[in-house]
């Protein structure tokens, strides 16, 4: 059974369609890449995903379950499914390592005490030790991002989606994050990235989906999409991004 | 240009021509300042006493035996104003939390709640503080309540505080409107509930965020206890009115305008330098 599977989500805005039936499976420990030009429904799509939007339509099953039962209560679901945002999103008025354990402790119920000692591991593990009692605005735009990424793993999810996570970084911090979605791969983190980095994902990625338009234009391995897609569309969107 | 020439090299061989120039124009703003400061401080100083009433004026204003005589009973009195601040403040921090927080639930079955708030805000906003302090502190007591609850001290304090909780609420109100949504969409991402989300994430980025504006409200505050003595409490201002009736003289007014500012100036100016130290931030 397929750890995530997407089955005909369509969602709107008003009269703006952004998915239009999307079908997608993802295995565990699999890595999924979202690729396709801005405005396609990528980020729409992982918001649906960990339920910050509901669908209209379509079922979306995690571990075979159906999690956008409307009425369905979001909480415990969205505490399976860890998120990073573009902007990272970082609690300004907490330090680091305040913004990790705010979850785990009002959501989990754990104690900071508990917590100390797997938390102080978690920053380590992504070189941040020496950063885990600073601000945000203290923080480099990477560190901020890493400490996003450890942020959502403290909740120990199943799935992390990824929403170009590197988009807003200057270039030179955009290697330690990836370096850190490399680490979490050989760990074997069910993953989905939306993402401009085609490198990345021909290095990285088991599957690789062409998003247009709010559908799943086409889709495949890397090595198959990037060298030789079918759709006239692909072809034209990897040569202007390529 | 001439710049060039005109620079002081050798005394600030660090300066650059930027802020060579920059300091040259900061220098003659503060001379034709500080001139034309003097010029108006002496023209008020040489003019003001040939005014045909000035004598009469410093008299009965400005007379030093009276204000040396009276002083003290005022700022004894002035012990009662802040007394009820005191009081006052912290139900006006509580209750216009609260209902900042009636204003933004979320849930049908709690919209009664939502609505009591902006109801209430529109009320007392609208109303000038003297009604409220007239309408509550006269109208209650009318009842025939026994002693102590007909004191104008607890309907008087009352109707400052459901006045000024509606201003707080405001307020609060509108720092919590200021947090961007994508702070809301990450807590709850997480899998924080809508209330954990305001109470750990919303809320105390809303308040330190309005601060500066709620400072403003409690000197406001402040001030507005005098209005009090008109429904009994013999505060500072009521208790210079007693004193101007006894010594038919003015200059306890001035005594209680000299306690106020006293308090009120250094809050205003600590209230604008967080509010400016805010507005650095956030640039
Ligand atoms: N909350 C919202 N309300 C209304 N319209 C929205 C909302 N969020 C997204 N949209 C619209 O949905 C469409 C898809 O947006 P989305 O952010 O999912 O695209 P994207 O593929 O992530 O693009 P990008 O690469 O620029 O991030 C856009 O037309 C956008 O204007
Ligand atoms: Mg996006």
């Not at chain 1, 499914?81 to 390592?97: D, E, R």
């Not at chain 1, 074997?188 to 401009?196: D, S």
């Not at chain 2, 108006?40 to 040489?46: I, P, S």
């Not at chain 2, 809301?184 to 994430?201: I, K, Q």
């Given at each position: 059974m397929a750890k995530l599977d997407l089955q005909g989500v369509t969602k709107s805005f008003g009269d703006n369609p952004v998915c239009r039936g999307i079908d997608l499976t993802v295995d565990e420990g699999e890595m999924v890449c979202l690729i396709g030009?801005?405005?396609?429904g990528k980020s729409t799509l992982l918001r649906c995903i960990n339920l910050l939007e509901p669908i209209d339509d379509g079922r979306i099953l995690l571990d075979g379950v159906d999690?956008?039962?409307?009425?369905?209560?979001p909480q415990p679901i969205r505490a399976r499914i860890g998120i990073v945002f573009q902007s990272f999103n970082l609690f300004p008025h907490m330090t680091a390592a305040e913004n990790v354990m705010l979850a785990p402790r009002r959501v989990l119920g754990k104690s900071r005490d508990a917590l100390e000692a797997p938390v102080k591991a978690l920053f380590e593990r992504f070189d941040l030790g020496q950063r885990m009692h600073h601000y945000p605005d203290q923080l480099s735009g990477g560190q901020q991002q890493r400490v996003a990424i450890i942020r959502a793993l403290a909740m120990q999810p199943e799935i992390m989606l990824f929403d170009e996570i590197t988009s807003a970084l200057d270039p030179e911090l955009v290697g330690e994050v990836l370096d850190v979605l490399r680490q979490l791969r050989t760990e074997g983190m069910t993953m989905i990235l939306a993402t401009h980095e085609m490198a990345f994902a021909r290095e990285l990625a088991d599957k690789v989906c062409f998003l247009d338009a709010g559908r799943i234009l086409e889709e495949g391995p890397p090595e198959i999409l990037f060298?030789?897609?079918?759709?006239p569309r692909t072809r034209a969107f990897l040569s202007r991004v390529l | 240009m001439t710049d060039q020439t005109s620079l002081p090299r050798g005394s600030?061989?660090?300066?650059t021509r930027r802020q060579a120039y920059e300091q040259r124009l900061r220098r003659r703003s503060i001379t034709i300042a500080a001139g034309s400061t003097l010029a108006v401080v002496l023209a008020v100083v040489l003019l003001?006493?040939?005014?045909?009433?000035w004598d009469a004026v410093k008299r009965s204003f400005f007379n030093g035996e009276v204000f040396a005589k009276t002083f003290p009973g005022l700022l004894d009195a002035f012990l009662i104003n802040v007394a009820i601040f005191l009081w006052c403040a912290p139900i006006i921090a509580i209750l216009g939390l609260v209902i900042a927080l009636f204003r933004d639930v979320r849930s049908p079955a709690l919209y009664p709640l939502r609505l009591f708030g902006a109801i209430y805000t529109d009320v007392f906003r609208g109303l000038p503080v003297i009604l409220v302090i007239y309408l509550i502190g006269f109208g209650i007591p009318g009842l025939g309540l026994p002693r102590p609850w007909n004191s104008p001290y607890i309907w008087g304090s009352l109707a400052l505080i459901l006045v000024y909780a509606a201003y707080v609420a405001e307020v609060i109100r509108s720092g919590i409107d200021s947090i961007h949504h994508s702070q809301r969409a990450a807590a709850a991402s997480l899998g924080l509930s809508d209330g954990e989300t305001m109470r750990y994430v919303v809320l105390p980025q809303a308040i330190r965020n309005v601060a500066p504006a709620n400072m403003n409200l409690f000197i406001a505050l402040q001030k507005d206890v005098a209005l009090l003595s008109f429904i009994g409490p013999v505060e500072v201002f009521r208790q210079a009115g007693v004193y101007k009736s006894l010594l038919a003289n003015f200059t306890p007014y001035v005594g209680a305008a000299v306690i106020f500012l006293a308090l009120t100036i250094p809050a205003t100016r600590y209230a604008d330098y967080l509010m400016n130290k805010q507005r650095r931030r956030q640039s």
């Amino acid at each position: 059974m397929a750890k995530l599977d997407l089955q005909g989500v369509t969602k709107s805005f008003g009269d703006n369609p952004v998915c239009r039936g999307i079908d997608l499976t993802v295995d565990e420990g699999e890595m999924v890449c979202l690729i396709g030009a801005s405005g396609s429904g990528k980020s729409t799509l992982l918001r649906c995903i960990n339920l910050l939007e509901p669908i209209d339509d379509g079922r979306i099953l995690l571990d075979g379950v159906d999690i956008s039962e409307p009425g369905l209560n979001p909480q415990p679901i969205r505490a399976r499914i860890g998120i990073v945002f573009q902007s990272f999103n970082l609690f300004p008025h907490m330090t680091a390592a305040e913004n990790v354990m705010l979850a785990p402790r009002r959501v989990l119920g754990k104690s900071r005490d508990a917590l100390e000692a797997p938390v102080k591991a978690l920053f380590e593990r992504f070189d941040l030790g020496q950063r885990m009692h600073h601000y945000p605005d203290q923080l480099s735009g990477g560190q901020q991002q890493r400490v996003a990424i450890i942020r959502a793993l403290a909740m120990q999810p199943e799935i992390m989606l990824f929403d170009e996570i590197t988009s807003a970084l200057d270039p030179e911090l955009v290697g330690e994050v990836l370096d850190v979605l490399r680490q979490l791969r050989t760990e074997g983190m069910t993953m989905i990235l939306a993402t401009h980095e085609m490198a990345f994902a021909r290095e990285l990625a088991d599957k690789v989906c062409f998003l247009d338009a709010g559908r799943i234009l086409e889709e495949g391995p890397p090595e198959i999409l990037f060298s030789d897609p079918k759709e006239p569309r692909t072809r034209a969107f990897l040569s202007r991004v390529l | 240009m001439t710049d060039q020439t005109s620079l002081p090299r050798g005394s600030a061989p660090t300066l650059t021509r930027r802020q060579a120039y920059e300091q040259r124009l900061r220098r003659r703003s503060i001379t034709i300042a500080a001139g034309s400061t003097l010029a108006v401080v002496l023209a008020v100083v040489l003019l003001v006493p040939l005014a045909p009433g000035w004598d009469a004026v410093k008299r009965s204003f400005f007379n030093g035996e009276v204000f040396a005589k009276t002083f003290p009973g005022l700022l004894d009195a002035f012990l009662i104003n802040v007394a009820i601040f005191l009081w006052c403040a912290p139900i006006i921090a509580i209750l216009g939390l609260v209902i900042a927080l009636f204003r933004d639930v979320r849930s049908p079955a709690l919209y009664p709640l939502r609505l009591f708030g902006a109801i209430y805000t529109d009320v007392f906003r609208g109303l000038p503080v003297i009604l409220v302090i007239y309408l509550i502190g006269f109208g209650i007591p009318g009842l025939g309540l026994p002693r102590p609850w007909n004191s104008p001290y607890i309907w008087g304090s009352l109707a400052l505080i459901l006045v000024y909780a509606a201003y707080v609420a405001e307020v609060i109100r509108s720092g919590i409107d200021s947090i961007h949504h994508s702070q809301r969409a990450a807590a709850a991402s997480l899998g924080l509930s809508d209330g954990e989300t305001m109470r750990y994430v919303v809320l105390p980025q809303a308040i330190r965020n309005v601060a500066p504006a709620n400072m403003n409200l409690f000197i406001a505050l402040q001030k507005d206890v005098a209005l009090l003595s008109f429904i009994g409490p013999v505060e500072v201002f009521r208790q210079a009115g007693v004193y101007k009736s006894l010594l038919a003289n003015f200059t306890p007014y001035v005594g209680a305008a000299v306690i106020f500012l006293a308090l009120t100036i250094p809050a205003t100016r600590y209230a604008d330098y967080l509010m400016n130290k805010q507005r650095r931030r956030q640039s």
